[in-house]
């Protein structure tokens, strides 16, 4: 049940004036008053009961057309069961029976006389309730001028989650700011525990109890040394004796609040949320590291301040990562930093270019003093501004080899040159001072003297000459001409 407030005079005590208790419907008056009403008879006070709506309820209708219903398999009543088949409409035979109950309870505890509202139980609904409220105020109204210095008890309040309930809760409240009336007991009067009553039914012809009705009266700001609950507790907050922290029940969970209302804090050992929405995340010690969430992802830092804090894990699985720099654990170790114009590799964590070590590099370009192989012994290459130098390895400057399959070149300047297999020219060929070739018709021009081990095949002309004569011997096509003397050491033949 919900608050029970008094309009009026104070708690029970022998007067003239009637207390007038207010049931929202047939059975609140034992549910949610009777053990109050007891406490105003015991005190020798008057004690009217007011039925505020005729309690129409088609729910309640069908149940009496039923051989069982939810807790037995016939009614709880002596020699009685239901199966009745009465209208369903919620007001013929339902609302009688009813009433009949209520006149019958509220002369077992004792009540001095019965006044019906006989209101429609119309408070099921936004269009309706502004109008109930109404009705039941102005009833209340006539009846405070009808029994002055009497006291009004209603047993719903603003916890109440019944509508006709909350109604009449909420005529009390209208009625005490417009009269000037004041709740009894007034603020940090109340006491501090609820009262809980019992009622005991027994049936004719024996002593022995058949039934019992436990119904408590609550109040607006209870304090409880524990509360075990069965079925759970309904309550929009719930707030600390002495530190005065507060749980307020939202529509979307619960929210945390410290003694001022602002937001509070959450101590526990552990907490098993799906989601947890928060400005920030922080460690327990006020020196420790924070995690900040803006919109644009997560912001890690460390200490009362705003310094960036380091980020420790196993793995991490990010599409990009934006930072000044990388490096090992280790602050010795090799980093990486990440200028403008690309990456540069440091090492042993000073300014030092480092190592880069790959399978394999798919780059653009490379620009680099020199290359080497892996190790110390492996040749290299470095890069002056009039092209490439091939050196040995070992750490000399010993001219290198170059080994390739093919070489398209503009121009070859060497000391010397040997080819393993053949040489093809497609250009011209040029030895100072001692051979050249010449285009058109194309020749070889030897300046020195030629010796040949093998054959020499001339599929064209082949002259020999002499600064001095001239030309010494020419061949064209099957003639030999000689100019000058011809020495034949070994035979001469001719075919001709």
């Avoid at 490096?327 to 090799?334: C, S």
């Avoid at 653009?364 to 492996?378: E, L």
């Avoid at 093809?424 to 030895?431: E, F």
Wanted: include cysteine.
């Amino acid at each position: 049940m919900a608050t029970q407030a008094a309009l009026g005079a104070p708690r029970a005590s022998a007067a003239g004036a009637p207390a007038i208790f207010y049931a929202p419907h047939q059975d609140d008056e034992a549910i949610g008053m009777a053990g109050s009403i007891l406490e105003h008879k015991a005190a020798g006070r008057p004690v009217y009961l007011v039925l505020v709506s005729r309690g129409e309820n088609d729910g309640l209708a069908r149940l009496m057309n039923v051989g069982a219903w939810g807790l037995r398999d016939r009614c709880a009543a002596p020699d009685h069961w239901h199966d009745l088949n009465w209208p369903t409409d919620g007001a013929n035979k339902i609302v009688s029976a009813r009433t009949a109950e209520f006149t019958a309870s509220a002369k077992a505890i004792g009540v001095d006389e019965v006044i019906d509202f006989d209101l429609p139980d119309s408070a099921h609904g936004d269009a309706t309730y502004g109008k109930f409220v109404d009705a039941v105020t102005a009833k209340v109204e006539s009846l405070a001028k009808k029994y002055p210095g009497a006291s009004h008890k209603f047993s719903a309040g603003w916890l109440d989650v019944t509508a006709t309930h909350k109604a009449c809760s909420d005529a009390a409240y209208r009625l005490k700011g417009a009269s000037g009336w004041e709740w009894s007991p007034k603020a940090g009067q109340e006491p501090k525990r609820d009262a809980t009553y019992i009622l005991m039914a027994t049936s004719p012809g024996s002593q022995q109890p058949g039934s019992f009705l436990t119904t408590t009266v609550h109040l607006r700001s209870p304090e409880f040394e524990s509360v075990t609950a069965t079925t759970g507790v309904h309550t929009p907050w719930v707030e600390g004796t002495q530190n005065r922290g507060r749980v307020t029940f939202t529509t979307r969970g619960a929210q945390f609040q410290d003694d001022a209302q602002a937001l509070g804090t959450v101590a526990a050992a552990t907490a098993d949320v799906e989601t947890v929405t928060a400005t920030w995340v922080r460690g327990r010690d006020s020196g420790a590291g924070w995690i900040r969430f803006p919109s644009d992802g997560i912001k890690v830092g460390h200490g009362a301040g705003g310094d960036l804090g380091t980020v420790t894990a196993d793995k991490i699985s990010v599409n990009g990562i934006n930072t000044q720099w990388v490096g090992d654990r280790d602050a010795g170790k090799g980093w990486i930093e990440f200028p403008q114009s690309g990456v540069s590799v440091r090492k042993d964590g000073n300014q030092e270019w480092g190592t880069v070590a790959a399978d394999k590099a798919d780059l653009n370009g490379i620009n680099t003093k020199w290359v080497q192989g892996r190790t110390a012994a492996d040749g290299w290459i470095e890069f002056p501004a009039a092209g490439l130098n091939v050196f040995q390895g070992a750490e000399n400057r010993q001219w290198g080899t170059v080994a390739a399959d093919k070489a398209d070149l503009n121009d070859l300047i060497t000391h010397r040159a040997q080819v393993k297999e053949r040489l093809t020219l497609q250009g011209g060929l040029t030895v100072d001072n001692v051979l050249e070739t010449q285009d058109g018709p194309p020749r070889l021009i030897v300046h020195a003297e030629s010796e040949f081990e093998g054959k020499v095949n001339a599929n064209g002309h082949l002259s020999v000459r002499n600064a001095d004569v001239g030309w010494i011997m020419h061949t064209r096509d099957d003639l030999v001409a000689i100019n000058g003397d011809l020495r034949v050491h070994g035979a001469l033949r001719s075919d001709s």
